[in-house]
């Protein structure tokens, strides 16, 4: 009766028989959590990146001898995406581990704690983004409508993208501990070799680090993000489908991995 | 109708030795496979088979360790098992540990519907227990503060009238509650009978025998994770009671 395997076509089924549960707990996470007795509230997270950025932009804006009015939503749109994305990833490693209370009272599926994490993220996210929206509004003065209608299919390979590194992290978090210590050095690594601060044209001579930025997953996503709404054209078609590869293939391993691993996790919390 | 069957159920679990397996570990093991893991496999349940219809009572007893409680998290579908075939008609409610899984930053309020949530209610069928969950706790306004603010015994009522809030087929309950001061423990314990007279079935574990024999139809002795005997509850609790006396270090 009960095999190891327990991913089949219910599963999203009782996913979202627990909706109210998972966004009982999004919302606790949001209001309770994070900024409890504190003076600004969610304001905190969007005072980081757009601190961060201020200073990005004075410093490498007169680097890459950049005007602000073009370097601004440049910058601030790829923080944010970037944001939403390792935040995914670092706190879905404690995602099982958090939830083991409930886990360990009653047979749920899984994957509902890694999404709890990243709805949550998504949130501040999606505020954050407004603003960088607004702001590219104000310099540029323009937006193509279009390329709004663009990003709702970019946004949603972005929010699947997330919980998918959320739930491969956690699972991989809760059998080897040092997974959290890793990931953290290894998205340091890729934040730099991510055209999050610069252009890739940005390089005087590119040649093989330009093909190294065309291979990068993270550079795609965050061109499906971008491309659309400051050039006001549509990504790339490698980069379309890179995007989709990557999801694919996250998304895979993360359906491999709660098949295999899901019924024993509790074991390891 | 309710039924729970399990046919030659075994349950074995990892059990790291140091606090957990670490990739230096792996990697020591992957490259000389010589190097001990930090895992070793505990066989929790072995060979179990019964059944357990509609209107039954029962109870598990056995000493410590017996694996009392893990049979209950089986049943309930929280443990994975190795062998056997394990059925379970009916929906389950699962009392094992009261006081956990709380968000203490939150209300009572929100832990309330968040608790009801996770079992399965939706807002419109919360709406009508929320009042009488209220009542019974006799927090007052204590629910629109948050759970941090709360004493041990505090907690207690709200877990409990949350927990049998509901209307299960099947009940699972892990040791009889202990629940707060005197007045509410009699309060309690009229509750927790009237909750598990609507259950069909109700499966516990517990080291208070009388109040066993009392309410139990049957009883499931286990002994080192497997089934020792099984059978009407006087009986049952009778043999128990006469090895566990000629143990050495028996009270």
């Known amino acids: 009766m009960i095999g190891p395997q327990i991913i089949h076509l219910d599963y999203l089924e009782r996913i979202w028989q627990l909706r109210y549960f998972i966004f009982a707990l999004v919302q606790n996470d949001i209001v309770n959590q994070r900024y409890k007795g504190s003076f600004l509230g969610v304001g905190w997270s969007l005072m980081r990146p757009m601190v961060m950025t201020a200073i990005l932009c004075v410093v490498f804006g007169k680097l890459f001898n950049r005007p602000l009015a073009e370097y601004a939503p440049y910058l601030l749109l790829g923080m944010t995406t970037w944001q939403f994305l390792t935040e995914s990833i670092n706190q879905g490693c404690c995602a099982f581990i958090t939830g083991a209370s409930y886990i360990k009272q009653q047979r749920v599926p899984l994957a509902i704690f890694p999404l709890r994490i990243v709805l949550a993220s998504a949130f501040h996210f999606l505020i954050a983004f407004g603003i960088a929206l607004a702001v590219t509004l104000i310099f540029r003065g323009y937006i193509d409508p279009l390329a709004l209608l663009a990003l709702i299919p970019a946004l949603l390979i972005l929010f699947l993208l997330a919980w998918s590194l959320a739930i491969v992290s956690g699972v991989l978090q809760a059998h080897f501990p040092d997974m959290a210590n890793m990931l953290e050095i290894f998205l340091q690594i890729a934040f730099y070799v991510t055209p999050i601060l610069y252009r890739p044209e940005d390089f005087p001579n590119r040649g093989r680090l330009m093909e190294f930025f065309d291979w990068n997953p993270f550079a795609s996503i965050l061109a499906l993000v971008r491309t659309p709404i400051l050039d006001g054209t549509l990504p790339t078609g490698q980069q379309i489908f890179l995007s989709l590869a990557f999801l694919a293939a996250v998304g895979t391993l993360a359906i491999f991995l709660l098949r295999k691993l899901e019924r024993t996790l509790v074991f390891w919390i | ?251």
């Open chain 2, 1 to 251: 109708m309710a039924q729970i069957q399990f046919q030659n159920v075994d349950l074995e679990y990892p059990i790291r030795e140091n606090q957990s397996l670490t990739l230096k570990e792996i990697i020591f093991h992957g490259l000389f496979r010589k190097v001990k893991r930090g895992i070793r496999t505990v066989k929790a349940l072995n060979d179990l088979t019964f059944t357990i219809t509609n209107g039954e009572r029962v109870g598990i007893i056995g000493l410590n360790g017996a694996g009392k409680s893990t049979l209950l998290r089986t049943i309930g579908g929280i443990f994975p098992i190795q062998r056997g075939t394990r059925h379970v008609d009916g929906s389950i409610c699962s009392l094992f540990d009261i006081g956990v899984g709380f968000e203490l930053n939150a209300t009572g309020w929100q832990n309330v519907r968040l608790r009801g949530y996770f079992q399965g209610e939706t807002p419109t069928s919360l709406k009508g227990k929320l009042q009488e969950i209220a009542e019974f706790t006799e927090l007052g306004d204590f629910l629109d503060l948050p759970l941090r603010c709360y004493s041990t015994g505090m907690l207690t009522r709200l877990a409990f009238a949350v927990a049998t809030a509901r209307n299960p087929e099947i009940l699972l309950i892990d040791e009889v509650f202990g629940t707060g001061d005197v007045v509410f423990q009699k309060k309690a314990e009229q509750r927790m009978r009237e909750f598990m007279h609507r259950a069909h079935i109700v499966v516990m574990v517990g080291h208070h025998l009388e109040f066993l024999q009392e309410f139990c139809t049957r009883v499931i002795w286990l002994h080192h994770g497997s089934i020792r005997a099984i059978g009407p509850a006087r009986e049952t609790i009778r043999a128990y009671l006469g090895e566990a006396n000629q143990l050495p270090n028996a009270a």
